[in-house]
């Protein structure tokens, strides 16, 4: 029996809300985290009832909740890198983005709107606080379009407009961003900056309309690449190539839409 201790993993924390489906949140993030590599640990924003139809329901946690769950993990277990999804009320981003400034680790903020069937997950009056506390925090974030339009008012409809977004969303504070274009035709074109660097990312878009969980799987595969002391550009080629595997072996699950497949690498 081989008894030598082995090396611990690097250490990610997911700070999101719960998909009873399995598709999403912190459950699609954990599954990540472990196809990267990584140790996952998790705080717990909200609950949700949710399947491959739709959001049934949602309870937030109160803050005190979060906050100690926060604690509770980074004083005793330390994080390499942390990964924010469903925050749900203004209380509770204003809550996490004050632990997060007392958090030496790089942070990733999915700034989470909507649910992938158009049911809200973050109450209209926390949007002031995810500009004004929460990214300012972030080391990437990771908005799609929506979430762009909610938070600057900049609509794109081409992949013209995407410079015009990231620069509306890098004045809030953001070290990068990464703004996703998986909503406009054709391929799949992200685009990544700090305001002078540029990197467009493309896929070939697949005919798959299984994509539940596509925004928390980016966005926590980036945390795990960032945790394994990869720089921001090589992390978020990594996750978008994770990602673009993970779509193209989405499974329909429930009468709905299913999720992508975290472990396609596995199979």
Known sequence: M???????????????????????????????????GVHGMSVLTAV?????????????????AVRAQYRSVVDDIGVQAVKTGMLASAELVETVAELLADTDAPVVVDPVGVSKHGDPLLAASALESVRTKLLPAATVATPNLDEVAQLTGVVVEGEAGMRRAADAVLAFGPRWVLI????????????????????????????????????????????????????????????????????????????????????????
């Open 2 to 36: 081989d008894i030598r201790p082995r090396a611990v993993p690097p250490r990610v924390l997911t700070v999101a809300g719960s998909d009873s489906g399995g598709g999403a949140g912190i459950q699609a993030d954990l599954k990540t985290m472990l196809a990267h």
């Open 180 to 267: 996703k274009g998986g909503h406009l035709a054709g391929d799949a074109v992200d685009l990544l900056t700090d305001g002078s660097e540029e990197h467009w990312l493309r896929a070939p878009r697949h005919d798959n309309r299984h994509t539940h969980g596509t925004g928390c799987t980016l966005a926590s595969a980036v945390a795990a690449s960032l945790a394994q002391g990869m720089a921001v550009p090589e992390a978020v080629r990594a996750a978008k190539e994770y990602v673009s595997g993970a779509i193209a072996a989405g499974f329909a699950l429930g009468g709905g839409i299913g999720p992508v497949d975290h472990a396609w690498r596995r199979r």
């Open 48 to 64: 949700t009832a949710q399947n491959s139809l739709g959001v049934q329901g949602a309870w937030e946690l109160p803050a005190e």
